[in-house]
């Protein structure tokens, strides 16, 4: 079992340019697995700007049916590197429909797991609900050579189920490729009270599940028409007792190297012994929606 | 429906004395109502020294049938202050069984809602296991005059589930009465994160069900034989955005008295929609266990 690894965040800003993103990105896993990083993780749709800020047909076409040439590329870095990559593509499953997919890639270079979103945002400015359909694949662990991992996306952050049945499948550290930033127009109220609701939310999944969790957002301004968004960087992780152990500030590029001593779920787990006490014989509302008032 | 309330959380030093008890917190629910209170609620247990420190056969003698004299007593008092009172109380069932309970009083002086602490810690220093066997009556909402409101117990509040659960029948406002602490050895070292994972946690299961959390604490250094407990107090108040608006100190026993605008419930849920997007058909697994590694 493996009881250490080193695992690498890419932060980055995204341009309009495919190929300046797919160059920049591949620069910086370079540069992270020079520091060490076993296993590298890019934010969420990172080949492109965030183009669900509005609802365009035109955009369908950045869709790429998996094995792509963009996912031959990761594979053969992969390989190359022999390092574990996770990266984040807007996917076509077939004509008219199409996933936020997570795809990760071993040491070989082989695509070892496919990890659609589950959770589908939609709210003004993060329209994906048009274009994604929910996720159909369920919630997965990778048993990979440099520990037992999972993957997530975004939204799912909001959602303790998802963290929950990604530990229950056996993922001892989730990593959530993200697109997450402020309306202009509601920083200066809402903005440090969102920042901190979204690393709380994420913490509290370390927390509640002796896991570590590692958050990987863009940073800058994106601009479409009237819709513009400011990312807002801050990609972290936190260990399984729910501590901050390194992050990234929310302006800037950046490659977070943080070492992962996986001893520390079971240490945690013994000392606060929450899966121990679960009440599976209770939990069958979760599978509801609420009754009408 | 009630859009507004006023709740009052008291957090007490408890002394092994059960009268002193009964009267100290009697008096300070008075003084709640007098500050406008519609809601109050006490810490988890507060008649007795926290007893599950040790495991002794003679503390099931603290145990009361319900209705009991103790539940008769705050009955009346809800009766006569017009206010819902929530208490906590070592519950009889049968001779040997026993439950960790919450009654919910309302302001007619009737009993509208018993909760069974669903999740039983037991850790050294909270042998709980050994006095109660866990709940059997679910997670549920009490529909009040003054809001919809739901209570958990302590080791309830580490699982995301009974927040979930609790909030999906209906309940906008959940009140934890609790009873956590330091271990003096441990204080130093790890103190500060438990305390902060205990708030993070309650943070977020506000933040995931956009509702109120409430978690009222006793405080003061309890000992029996080697087994010491500094109750760490910290009684706050979290509103559906994860913001805590109002909390107590870690040292002396207080009555915070907080307002509570049901409208932000439904506010907050229209602008992080997380009800919206559950994968109700993919929750399955919650009701497992992990497979064997």
Request: aromatic share 10%.
């Amino acid at each position: 079992m493996t009881k250490k690894t080193k695992i690498g965040l890419i932060q980055l800003k995204i341009s309009n340019n495919k190929d300046f993103n797919l160059k920049n990105s591949i620069k910086k896993i370079r540069e992270a697995k020079k520091k060490g990083a076993k296993i590298i993780c890019v934010p969420e749709l990172f080949l492109s700007n965030y183009f669900c800020k509005t609802e365009n047909h035109s955009n369908f076409k950045l869709a790429e049916k998996i094995p792509s040439e963009t996912s031959k590329i990761f594979c053969e870095l992969a390989r190359e590197l022999k390092i574990i990559l996770i990266i984040s593509l807007f996917e076509k499953k077939i004509s008219g429909m199409y996933h936020n997919t997570n795809l990760t890639i071993n040491e070989k270079g082989k695509i070892v797991s496919k990890y659609r979103k589950m959770h589908i945002p939609d709210d003004p400015g993060y329209y994906e609900k048009f274009y994604f359909t929910p996720g159909d694949l369920g919630f997965k662990k990778v048993k990979t050579k440099f520990g037992n991992i999972g993957s997530l996306i975004c939204w799912d952050q909001w959602f303790p189920e998802a963290a929950r049945l990604t530990t229950l499948k056996g993922a001892e550290l989730i990593f959530y490729p993200t697109a997450i930033g402020w309306h202009p127009n509601e920083k200066k109220r809402y903005g440090k009270s969102q920042l901190e609701s979204w690393i709380t939310i994420q913490k509290s999944h370390a927390i509640a599940n002796g896991i570590f969790v590692a958050a990987i957002n863009r940073v800058g301004v994106e601009k479409k028409g009237k819709r513009k968004i400011e990312f807002w960087g801050n990609s972290f992780v936190v260990d399984p007792s729910g501590n901050i152990v390194s992050k990234l500030n929310s302006k800037n590029e950046g490659i977070l190297i943080c070492d992962i001593d996986f001893r520390k779920v079971e240490n945690v787990r013994q000392h606060w012994p929450f899966l121990r006490d679960r009440r599976i014989d209770a939990y069958r509302g979760l599978m509801n929606n609420p009754k009408d008032e």
